[in-house]
């Protein structure tokens, strides 16, 4: 899209979604990190997660008030407005995601206290990096305006619920099978449902790039493959 | 409990009162109307936007013949005003102004005594029988013109002794004392300071129960302000119509977007 006349809007739209840009990797280094330091019983990788949460607050909080500011000083109307309004849907998204990222990390430190479930954190790593390749992708879909891989965000959702009903499965057969293993399994069940979490918000900014750039929501259901609130007798058949 | 009706601005039910089709104006060899179609709706503010000789200046002149004064213009196409066209030969320009009135950009009082400024329309049209009823009517007028309460103890006074925004107001009281039916206002806030237009502006909002408004603005936020329907001009075209809120949020055409989001000027 050609420039505004008055290039300081230009400025302000361009900042914001920088620093959009910049929490986002955060967020995917946060989740990829603590995977790792879960997967490696790394206590002090998982603390430096921890405390790494300040700072993706602090930009959430840094982009709203640039966002209020653009509203009040530049009253922006049409792809403006809703660039503004997804950076700011964009960020609580991301800040959401780098809780659970944080949430990760400090029952990883739990964890590494506790007897290792089989093969459970490898998998969990595995779903991380899967999300944060959704996560990446769906802002590589804001900043270019690309539909498509807005699109394609949104269906590959359904692996991402696939990964987490495998598991959801396998922690089950764990705690069935010796009930010793059920606090570690609780926590491994936390941590795999946020990550699929992690992948609804990913899902969720792929849906604003499509808001963004054709100027309506997208109305058709996404697919879902989250079957794990269903009986299990069904998920089973 | 009452349900809140956020869809207050939609006012597509509303009947149309003026159709124009196919109005085409020429000043000597200059185009600066192409082919303009639109229906306005009674009851509703209509904002006219568009860049400077965009031609919303030239079209809204059009709607109470105050291009006929012009004498290099040459308008074409048809205007009707409740299904009668206003450019037939039988229809007198002057009654026509009565019903199609119109309040400019920069407040023009009569010099002469408030009363005198509104109570002025009436009597050159023969509105009024005796004193009481022309006394009546500048109250009336006044008071929509949300003017009443500041001069009714001093209505001897002369008009241009107001400040700019009362001046306005009273503009807008000598329009709506003939009791038009569509009230055609080009730029009525660009004199004016923030207060005095937003007074002016929660007036244009008052008077659409009763008129239809048109308004022709150089700012796009008082458009969205007041308006339920926006029209934007570029180049003697009119490229978009359409409910306020829709234009403003997602045009339809690329050159609504680049022209409200400050791109083309």
Redesign the interface.
């Given at each position: 899209m050609e420039p505004h006349i008055r290039s300081a809007f230009d400025k302000d739209l361009e900042g914001v979604q920088a620093l959009v840009m910049k929490m986002g990797g955060l967020v995917e280094h946060a989740l990829l990190r603590a995977a790792e330091a879960l997967e490696k019983r790394d206590e002090a990788l998982a603390e430096e997660i921890r405390q790494g949460d300040r700072a993706i607050d602090e930009l959430e909080d840094l982009v709203n008030v640039e966002c209020a500011r653009i509203i009040a000083l530049r009253a922006p109307t049409a792809s403006d407005l809703r660039t503004v309004l997804t950076v700011m849907r964009i960020v609580a998204s991301l800040e959401r995601s780098g809780d659970y990222a944080k949430n990760l990390a400090k029952r990883s430190l739990v964890l590494a206290q506790m007897r290792p479930i089989n093969g459970a954190n490898g998998s969990i790593a595995r779903m991380a990096r899967s999300v944060v390749g959704l996560l990446k992708d769906s802002l590589d879909a804001y900043i270019t305006r690309d539909l498509s891989l807005a699109q394609d965000v949104r269906n590959r959702d359904a692996e991402v619920d696939q990964m987490y009903n495998a598991l959801f499965r396998e922690f089950l057969t764990h705690m069935m099978e010796d009930p010793r293993n059920i606090t570690a399994c609780m926590h491994l069940h936390f941590i795999a449902k946020n990550i699929e979490r992690v992948g609804d918000h990913a899902t969720g900014i792929a849906e604003q790039v499509i808001y963004l750039v054709s100027g309506t929501a997208p109305a058709d259901d996404r697919p879902k493959n989250d079957l794990t609130s269903l009986p299990i007798s069904e998920t089973n058949s | 409990m009452k349900d809140i009706n956020i869809e207050e601005r939609v006012v597509s039910d509303h009947k149309v009162k003026i159709t124009a089709r196919g109005v085409q104006v020429h000043y000597g060899t200059t185009h600066a109307l192409k082919d303009v179609d639109v229906d306005i709706l009674s009851g509703t503010v209509t904002a006219f936007i568009g860049p400077s000789g965009c031609g919303k200046s030239t079209f809204l002149r059009c709607l109470n013949r105050m291009n006929d004064t012009v004498s290099s213009a040459r308008v074409s196409g048809s205007i009707l005003l409740d299904g009668e066209d206003i450019y037939d030969k039988r229809v007198d320009p002057v009654q026509l102004r009565a019903k199609v009135g119109m309040v400019f950009q920069k407040p023009n009082p009569f010099p002469k005594s408030i009363y005198d400024n509104v109570a002025y329309g009436p009597k050159i049209h023969g509105l009024t029988r005796s004193k009481a009823e022309l006394d009546a009517i500048v109250e009336s007028s006044l008071k929509k013109a949300a003017l009443w309460n500041e001069v009714k103890d001093r209505l001897a006074a002369p008009g241009t002794g107001l400040s700019g925004g009362q001046q306005q107001r009273l503009c807008i009281a000598r329009a709506i004392a003939t009791s038009p039916e569509v009230l055609l206002m080009d730029e009525p806030c660009s004199a004016l300071d923030p207060i005095a237009t937003a007074q002016v502006e929660e007036l244009i909002d008052e008077l659409r129960s009763q008129f239809s408004v048109v308004i022709v603005t150089h700012s796009?936020?008082q458009a969205?302000r007041v308006s339920q329907r926006t029209a934007f001009f570029h180049l003697g075209h009119l490229v978009e119509y359409g409910e306020t809120g829709q234009v403003?949020?997602?045009?339809k055409d690329p050159r609504?977007?680049?022209y409200?989001?400050?791109?083309?000027?």
């Open positions: - | 796009m936020q969205a403003f949020t997602t045009p609504t977007e680049s409200i989001t400050g791109r083309i000027g």
